[in-house]
């Protein structure tokens, strides 16, 4: 019995071969889906005589739907019981496991945990083929869901879940079925509307460590009335992880970064850069490093005049500790801005994980007015909340503050050595987090008794409705069409983030003729500077900020704000069916249209607006455009028993006309034939596009604080980073290639082998070159992006002002192209009174390489932070299992691997002492039992052998921010180590 109810399982997975359009008609076939991740459009038998005639199955890779029919594009279908029995804390982490995936942002990774921008933190999202989440289409059931942010990235953490019946991956150009952004391919979350019943899960999971606690519950209701014309679905999830894990919760983390090599010469054979552990900043430390001497008087803006800093005295490189005392600084191998054996208090914060939660709401109803006229109606609301924080008020360099000599806060044998020395004032680099300690880690300390420690937290709520009519035109014709509404609200709040002004005013503190310790602009002979408000702050020494201090710098509650409204809407209308006459079959023809609006606003607070802060300055913003598209789609049978089994030609056409950028047309070939039983190949060729989004057209400017060096007076700078948008770009064109083939040999049972090669060459890409490398490349004498530095600051030592702005905006100016192998192997064989199930699903990247402004880049394997172009991926990936399954259990051992990479691919022996990433393999267990027909346990172990990910090192050219971070990519390796989780399912 199992035998034969796993066969039918595999051969309704082997008819999901391609697909259309959703409709609901059709939904009733695809419940039954295999139990793991299967590639789609392998061999499938004759139906006996006996049998019904094929449902229509419903997948992602086509547009048309009808019985029978099979497209060439492979599909990966991700099963509902791949996806109990993998038991992931979200449904995102179950499709980022898929080979085909690369680097991908979730709540549970380190990507955007640190960032305070944009809206970005807490997104669930889905990068195919490692080109980008904004080139992969996400639909859910078929049809377009607005983006999550104004980015254009979509947010699967607001999308209902308990009904997902399988996840469709079409790993190949879709553009031609689907539109815009689906260049690397598209992710469909196809529903079961036709549910009947109650079922409901609970499941709970944490870490070995027991520091990232989460739980789930989710359920599902639904019946017919009417003798089963009409339909009520609702069902609702809820997630919890209420706990974050910062970095210093983890005896891996090294700090391990790359330093310069003190032995390194031109005419040696030693390598430039060497590791070192407990490499972070050189110039700051939490209490204070005395950085340089002033001798004469300030200022009026508190900088030093010209000639007259000196490096020279006794206090060089001492730091402030507890009650201010002096100290050496303990770093050795400098690097410029950085050092090993320095204190990496401000890299213990880095978040491996936030705290989130997530819910969503969903309810369908539908009814069969006539066999040409079914009307439905669905709902559903998601929201997310996240919590982060991000880089700490680093002062350092040119921007780290002076301290005269009358400041109160100075103490006193330190006065002493100043005026012994002939300093009338000291220049001290600080992290500015003098109140924290790594014993006293939280969001809640952060935003409460810190100073500049900024802390974000993110509400994202998703409300959509979609009304649909569809039905039988008689014929073997169909329709479907609908109108849908998306609306996406953002509020992020910042707390505990420096207003800068108050911060300068704040430090400079006096004594006033009463002996009290007061501003200085609140003492001095000039009464239009005066700020009652104004606060003294004491910087020198651990644990030495007042609260009246921090709350004068530190923005109020609610001060620090962004909100964004997007909203989508499209209607959209499709016509399918077949046209007889032909030899070997008849002809397959979907046509149809589409009109899309997108808008969006960005709404924040004056501060923000006006730069005041060192973080979350947010840029107010308003745009909108509509997208007029027709599409047609045809399959041929050219042959059919005839020399090969069969023989399909199949082709598409779209037009689209954006009202930003004009119009442009997308088209795919396919070929797809049954050279002999057990044997199918398939090859496609299409052209893809994808539109730029709200942020990249219509952004009026985000200013980021960071640091750099002035490449005029070799002096490292805090410098605002600032990203506006273009309203020039066209849309990105891309040209794939996919070949492959399915093997099913008859002499080995219940035996499947699919390998397919793809190319994609993106061309026009949209890039936006970052300020680092910006400036890197301005240095390397590449002076079409000199012109993107602004020098408005401080004057420098040489007379001229220090750089004070890096711009940054995105051009149609790189051409991506990547190229690769998939494969899967299935087989199931008896064993032990029940079945074993081997399989192997992976991807090996041939070919990932940008090339811009006559530059090109090989990324293939290459994942470090120093890669000019952007970071790469491993290049071989794949994931093993194993599962025996007898009645009511099922077992299952798994390997994940993640083969060896490189820092940079640009690198040899002389640059660095060990260029390599090393391979890894996560060991992962699964298991069930069904106790009842009605009620399952089941467990699972992620990363049994409690492996830590490899360290990716970053050089010292990198921005400050670049030792914030943890040296792990962490959105590749799992940072967190072994998780258990264990739950309980029941259904009625």
């Excluded at 196809?190 to 019943?197: H, I, S, T």
């Excluded at 300690?437 to 952060?446: E, H, P, V």
Aim: glycine share 10%; proline share 5%.
């Amino acid at each position: 019995m199992a035998f034969e109810l796993f066969s039918r399982r595999l051969g309704v997975s082997q008819r999901l071969g391609v697909s259309h359009r959703v409709m609901a008609a059709a939904l009733m076939a695809a419940i039954a889906v295999p139990a793991s991740a299967q590639t789609a459009t392998p061999t499938k038998p004759a139906p006996a005589a006996d049998e019904p005639a094929e449902e229509t199955i419903v997948v992602t890779g086509s547009r048309i739907a009808v019985s029978g029919y099979t497209a060439p594009t492979p599909v990966t279908v991700v099963s509902e019981e791949l996806i109990l029995r993998d038991a992931k804390p979200t449904i995102g982490d179950a499709i980022r496991e898929l080979p085909a995936v690369g680097s991908s942002a979730s709540p549970n990774n380190t990507s955007g945990a640190g960032n305070i921008v944009a809206g970005i933190t807490g997104l669930d999202t889905v990068n195919l083929r490692n080109l980008g989440v904004t080139r992969t289409l996400v639909l859910f059931d078929g049809q377009r869901v607005v983006q999550s942010n104004v980015t254009g990235q979509v947010d699967i953490g607001t999308m209902p879940t308990a009904l997902v019946q399988r996840i469709d991956v079409v790993t190949a150009g879709a553009s031609a079925a689907w539109g815009s952004d689906a260049v690397s391919g598209v992710v469909n979350l196809v529903l079961n509307k036709k549910f009947d019943g109650l079922k409901a899960s609970i499941e709970a999971g944490d870490t070995y460590a027991f520091d990232r606690f989460n739980y789930r519950v989710q359920g599902a209701w639904g019946t017919g009335f009417d003798d089963d014309r009409g339909r009520v679905i609702v069902a609702g999830n809820f997630f919890n992880a209420p706990s974050n894990v910062f970095a210093n919760q983890r005896g891996w983390n090294q700090y391990r970064q790359l330093v310069n090599n003190p032995a390194f010469t031109a005419t040696n054979t030693e390598p430039r850069l060497i590791h070192a552990n407990n490499v972070n900043l050189a110039g700051a430390t939490t209490g204070g490093l005395i950085v340089a001497g002033c001798r004469v008087a300030l200022s009026a803006t508190n900088t030093c005049p010209t000639g007259q800093s000196t490096t020279a005295s006794p206090l060089q490189n001492q730091q402030f500790g507890a009650n201010a005392t002096l100290s050496p600084f303990g770093g050795t191998l400098f690097s410029g801005q950085v050092a090993a054996n320095a204190e990496n208090l401000q890299a213990e914060l880095n978040n491996l994980a936030i705290r989130y939660r997530t819910g969503s709401v969903f309810s369908y109803v539908s009814y069969e007015v006539a066999d040409w006229l079914k009307l439905s109606l669905q709902g559903n609301y998601g929201a997310t909340f996240s919590r982060n924080n991000s880089v700490p008020f680093i002062r350092i360099g040119a921007q780290a503050p002076f301290i005269r000599i009358d400041n109160p806060f100075v103490p006193d044998a330190v006065r002493t050595q100043m005026t012994a020395a002939g300093l009338q004032a000291i220049q001290v680099g600080t992290t500015n987090i003098n109140n924290i300690t790594s014993s006293t880690l939280s969001y809640d300390n952060f935003a409460t008794n810190a100073l500049g420690v900024p802390v974000a937290t993110t509400d994202r709520s998703l409300l959509r409705g979609v009304f649909t009519a569809y039905g039988d035109l008689g014929g073997g014709w169909s329709y479907n069409a609908y109108y849908q509404r998306g609306d996406v609200t953002v509020f992020q709040r910042t707390e505990s983030n420096a207003i800068i002004a108050n911060f300068n005013r704040a430090i400079d503190a006096v004594r006033n003729p009463a002996g009290q310790i007061v501003c200085r602009v609140n003492a001095d002979a000039i009464t239009t500077n005066d700020d009652p408000a104004c606060a003294p702050l004491n910087i020198l020494g651990t644990g030495a900020a007042s609260q009246a201090g921090i709350r004068y710098v530190n923005v109020a509650p609610g001060q620090n704000f962004q909100r964004q409204k997007l909203r989508q809407t499209v209607t959209a209308a499709t016509v399918q069916g077949k046209l007889p006459g032909l030899a070997a079959g008849d002809v397959a023809l979907a046509f149809g249209g589409e009109y899309r609006t997108e808008s969006g606003t960005i709404t924040n607070d004056p501060g923000a607006q006006a730069r005041i802060y060192s973080v979350a300055n947010f840029p107010s913003f308003a745009g909108s455009y509509n997208v007029k598209e027709g599409f047609i789609e045809v399959d041929v049978p050219v042959l059919k028993d005839n020399g090969l089994k069969s023989l399909n030609v199949s082709g598409a056409v779209r037009y689209t006309d954006y009202s930003t950028s004009g119009s442009v047309t997308t088209w795919k070939l396919g070929v797809l034939s049954d050279v002999v039983d057990g044997l199918r190949v398939r090859a496609t060729l299409s052209r893809d596009i994808r539109a730029p989004n709200l942020n990249e057209l219509f952004s009026t400017g985000l200013s980021t604080l960071s640091s750099a060096v002035d490449p005029r007076n070799n002096v490292n700078v805090s410098i605002f980073s600032f990203a506006s948008g273009n309203a020039s770009l066209q849309p990105e064109k891309a040209r794939t290639f996919s070949a492959g083939m399915v093997l099913e040999p008859s002499f080995l049972n219940r035996f499947s082998l699919s390998v397919d090669y793809y190319r994609i060459a993106l061309s026009d890409a949209i890039l936006q070159v970052g300020a680092n490398e910006t400036l890197q490349r301005c240095n390397a004498g590449e002076t079409a992006f000199c012109s993107q530095l602004v020098f408005a600051g401080a004057l420098g030592a040489n007379g001229q002002p220090l750089l004070s702005q890096i711009n940054v905006f995105p051009n149609n100016i790189a051409k991506l192209t990547t190229s690769g192998i998939d494969y899967q192997l299935d087989w199931t064989v008896p064993a032990l009174g029940g079945d074993l199930n081997f399989r192997v699903l992976g991807n090996y990247i041939l070919k990932l390489e940008q090339q811009q402004l006559g530059s090109t880049f090989n990324l293939a394997g290459a994942i470090g932070p120093d890669n000019l172009g952007g970071t790469g991926f491993p290049r071989a990936r794949f994931t093993a299992s194993t599962t025996w399954n007898k009645d009511d259990l099922s077992f299952t051992a798994q390997t994940r691997f993640i083969g060896a990479a490189k820092l940079n691919n640009a690198w040899g022996p002389r640059d660095v002492d060990d260029n390599k990433v090393p391979a890894i393999a996560y060991v992962d267990l699964r298991g069930s039992w069904k106790m009842t027909d009605h009620v399952q346990f089941f467990a699972t172990v992620d990363n049994l052998l409690n492996k830590a990910p490899p360290n990716v090192a970053a050089g010292p050219t990198q921005g400050q921010t670049s030792y914030y971070f943890t040296p792990i990519n962490g959105i590749i390796y799992d940072a967190l180590g072994r998780q258990y989780r264990i739950g309980a399912r029941v259904n009625f």
